[in-house]
């Protein structure tokens, strides 16, 4: 295609006359309490979930030193179980889900080449009610936390046996940012849906928008479950209902099934932008497109699929007919098809790249090594038999934490290192942000490899202490030295974004030669996301661009020396 | 890495940031080689590091054997992966400026690793289903057992009676935070269940308040006990021994306290701890009236 056709296409006068008007928003700290622009709601959403994430590492920390020693007395039983409460809770709603949330909004407008989200006002409410829902959770410390886990068991979770406000606040927490997803999702959908730049078909669609889209989806099925079960549990509790309780009648089973409904998907739900933002991280560091990307969206579709007809693989040990548990199990293996097609896709990416070594890239070969080692995990879980004696045990702590710390989280610090300079206009430090990389790597490995041997010999989870003949305390000790590293591996990045605010080198539109549109904007991009919308022609429209641009000085340069020679000879 | 080096693009620079990358993966190998080396070498007085526990009971054993199975595919997956991915990373790591093969996938390539997952699924569902018999269903009690120790007439829904139906039927009741076990000539223990040796042992497990979960590892798996439900397993012990393990299910503040242990002893000890057992329970209870008349006259009650 020639220049001219391809300046004349992007030049289409509809996108140049008629720029969707941006609301002009109050500067200073006004202007980010009643923004609507969905870059700051997004950076909005980040920080805040990082601030969560830390909330929850320090009760990871808690927990683990509690555990480092066998009989160990520093955490009372009741305060140990609160711990662990607020732990899984804060990590799974209030910080991977909602960090999500804040990548999504960020960068979709930007990748698609869209202006705004569909529904600005829309995207700060579901902002505020995430907020909220972790305020109101959070205060609960002061009064009584909830102690029946993340996954509130009934009865365990009943007023009987969980009579203090906390366990509502858990509920209320559920309400809040459930709707905050909920109303997110609707928002991203349509977003994805309708605001693509001209030339972008679902073919073209960069695919951490796939996933975003994909996940969006799967929170407007799933969420619905869990917002009617802990309404009932509200009324169970507070109202003389018996949907849950046994003694009048209830089914504590019916409340596992509602509850991993809703839950499994969200374990997919965590880990899919992931998927996203490894796709996009891979190819742009192997200096290659990506393997297979049709093969990569149409899986992502598929994990989503199964994804919801699984959930009782968590029931495993729970009074359920044998034929039940065997079609879940063959139905949780299925998943491993479209996983696995996944990281083969990616190994392959890197295949004859020309691979540029930076920190975004080693946390996303972090991600690859420990997510296929939870993803194998994961697949014994599903053989029933062999989750009988795992279940419920150390050996599952560590299988989660391999797809979700090395998995979401690795994913997260890999797209944090990426997209933080289109976010700030500053570079992150790389010498702070591989030595953040592996104080993780070996943090992590150190932490969890080993709980799968706990497990195995025996050590169930949710115990506050464990005696000193279970032979148990060299493993722990070894783990929670490992969570510390891990910590500070942690810390080094929160360092790495603190100075490089300031001091950050410059990154400038386009620092790590992109292959999708937001890298085609300033950094940190003006309110309107875009003085052009560009035409899009392919999968990666940054490359496109940058030949465009290449050819266009090509004959700048060749012009201008002709007419340089043309003035000697004359 | 400096700064200065890694701002300068001379060819030095370049070599030494190879050169310390090569370190950094070879820092990676030898780290995993020594995790890998501490779990199997490191001293243990049990098993369980890399498989689960066995050896009490034949179910507990056949789930050894087909985590063993599974453990050794998953293990060949991961290195193969893994490796393949450690190097790629080395043989094409780039240089600056240089773009990768402009290669957009495969088809034939990615339609046969598709099925060949597909495959090793479906390999490891045979595999599953040829050992579910064994683990879901009851073994035979030894032959020495009598019929009268076997309890009551075996019967339930969804669990296969043991051949030739002779079981002890022990009813598991857990409750905040201890297990009670009723056994079939109506005595009953807490915290310690007593069984026979040979004798195939079927649970009736129920809940008085919250969900627990039963968990002896050498004897098998975990089953829940859930209020309104009666959840089951079973077991059978080959030789005279003790077997702990503790609820598997988030019970209350306690939890990490509720211990079971079950105690394996020859048929006719098991007889005479049963009967004593049974004995002392109704002395106990006849002696519950003169306790009480005792305590109301001393003002206690």
């Keep these: 295609m020639s220049v001219h056709a391809g300046t004349a296409r992007r030049a289409a006068p509809e996108i140049l006359l008629r720029p969707r008007r941006v609301a002009e928003e109050p500067s200073g700290w006004l202007g980010w309490l009643t923004t609507t622009d969905h870059k700051r709601i997004g950076i909005l959403y980040i920080t805040t979930s990082i601030v969560f994430f830390l909330l929850g590492g320090v009760e990871a920390l808690l927990m683990r030193t509690q555990l480092a020693t066998p009989d160990n007395s520093l955490i009372a039983p009741q305060a140990y179980n609160q711990i662990l409460t607020m732990h899984g809770t804060t990590m799974v709603f209030l910080f991977v889900v909602p960090i999500w949330a804040g990548f999504a909004n960020y960068l979709v407008p930007l990748q698609i080449g869209a202006r705004d989200m569909a529904f600005p006002r829309l995207n700060a409410l579901s902002y505020w009610l995430f907020l909220f829902g972790g305020v109101v959770f959070y205060v609960s410390m ?60 679902w073919g073209r669609l960069p695919l951490f928008c796939w996933s975003a889209f994909t996940q969006a989806i799967m929170l407007i099925v799933a969420l619905p479950a869990i917002a009617a079960a ?52 891979l190819p742009v560091f192997a200096r290659k497109p990506i393997f297979g990307y049709k093969a990569i969206a149409a899986s992502t579709i598929g994990i989503a699929f199964l994804s919801m007809l699984v959930w009782a693989h968590h029931m495993f040990t729970a009074p359920i007919a044998t034929v039940v548990l065997a079609f879940f199990m063959l139905s949780s293996m299925t998943i491993a098809i479209p996983t696995g097609v996944k990281v083969l896709n990616w190994v392959a990416t890197l295949w004859r790249g020309s691979i540029n070594f930076k920190t975004p890239l080693y946390f996303a070969c972090g991600f690859l090594v420990l997510f296929t080692l939870g993803g194998i995990t994961g697949v014994m879980l599903a053989i029933f038999p062999i989750d009988w004696q795992v279940h419920g045990s150390y050996f599952v702590v560590a299988h989660f934490h391999f797809v979700l710390v090395a998995g979401a989280v690795s994913a997260i610090m890999a797209g944090l290192y990426y997209w933080f300079p289109k976010m700030t206009g500053r570079m992150l430090s790389e010498r702070l942000g591989k030595a953040s990389f592996w104080f993780q790597f070996v943090g992590f490995v150190m932490t969890f490899l080993i709980q799968h041997a706990l497990g195995l010999s025996g050590m169930p989870r949710r115990v506050y202490t464990y005696s000193a003949s279970s032979g148990w305390g060299t493993d722990n000790l070894i783990s929670t030295i490992g969570s510390y590293i891990l910590a500070i591996g942690v810390l080094l990045t929160v360092l790495n974004v603190v100075l490089s605010l300031k001091n950050g080198r410059r990154a400038g539109n386009d620092p790590w030669k992109g292959n999708t549109l937001e890298w085609f904007t300033p950094s940190p991009p003006p309110p309107h996301n875009f003085d052009v919308i560009p035409v899009v022609r392919s999968v990666e429209p940054m490359r496109d661009i940058r030949a465009d641009l290449r050819r266009e000085r090509v004959g700048t340069t060749a012009l201008q020396s002709a007419t340089a020679r043309g003035a000697d000879a004359r | 890495m400096s700064g200065v080096v890694a701002g300068a693009p001379d060819r030095l620079g370049q070599r030494r940031r190879r050169e310390e990358a090569c370190r950094a993966w070879d820092g990676l190998a030898i780290l995993l080689v020594a995790v890998l080396v501490e779990m199997v070498a490191a001293p243990r007085a049990r098993a369980g590091v890399l498989t689960p526990e066995s050896g009490g009971s034949p179910n507990a054993d056949r789930i050894h054997s087909l985590y063993t199975v599974v453990l050794a595919i998953g293990l060949v997956i991961f290195f193969g992966v893994a490796g393949t991915l450690v190097v790629f990373l080395w043989r094409y790591r780039g240089r600056r400026g240089r773009e990768g093969a402009q290669i957009r996938g495969n088809t034939r390539l990615e339609i046969g690793w598709t099925v060949a997952a597909a495959l090793i699924l479906v390999v490891l569902a045979g595999l599953t289903f040829a050992q579910l018999h064994g683990i879901v269903t009851p073994a035979a009690s030894a032959e020495d057992i009598a019929a009268e120790q076997s309890g009551a007439l075996y019967a339930t829904v969804d669990q296969p009676a043991p051949p030739g139906g002779k079981a002890l039927r022990v009813t598991v009741t857990g409750r905040q935070y201890v297990w009670r076990f009723d056994y079939p000539n109506g005595a009953y223990s807490y915290e310690e269940l007593v069984v026979p040796v040979g004798a195939t042992v079927v649970l009736r497990l129920r809940s008085a308040d919250v969900a627990h979960s039963w968990w002896i590892p050498k004897l098998g798996g975990k089953a829940d006990a859930i209020p309104g439900y009666t959840n089951r397993t079973w077991f059978k012990v080959s030789r005279a021994g003790v077997f702990t393990g503790q609820c598997a299910e988030l019970c209350g503040r306690n939890h990490a306290d509720m211990i079971a242990t079950v105690r394996a002893v020859a048929p006719f000890e098991y007889e005479a701890w049963v009967a004593r057992q049974k004995r002392e329970i109704q002395q106990a209870e006849r002696s519950v009236p003169a306790l009480r008349e005792r305590l109301k006259r001393d003002g206690e009650l």
């Design chain 1, 142 to 201: 002061f009064f009584a936390p909830p102690e029946a886990g993340w996954f509130s068991y009934t009865p365990l979770s009943n007023r009987v046996y969980s009579p203090t406000g906390g366990q509502d606040a858990w509920i209320f927490l559920i309400h809040l940012t459930g709707i905050a997803s909920i109303l997110g999702a609707i928002n991203l959908v349509v977003t994805i849906a309708n605001m693509r730049a001209p030339g972008m078909g």
């Design chain 1, 230 to 281: 802990v309404t009932m549990l509200l009324t169970d509790r507070h109202f003389g209902t018996c949907y849950f309780d046994p003694t009048c009648g209830g089914s504590p089973l019916l409340w596992q099934h509602l509850f991993w409904f809703f839950g499994h998907p969200e374990v997919y739900i965590m880990i899919l932008p992931g998927f996203g933002v490894i796709s996009e991280v």
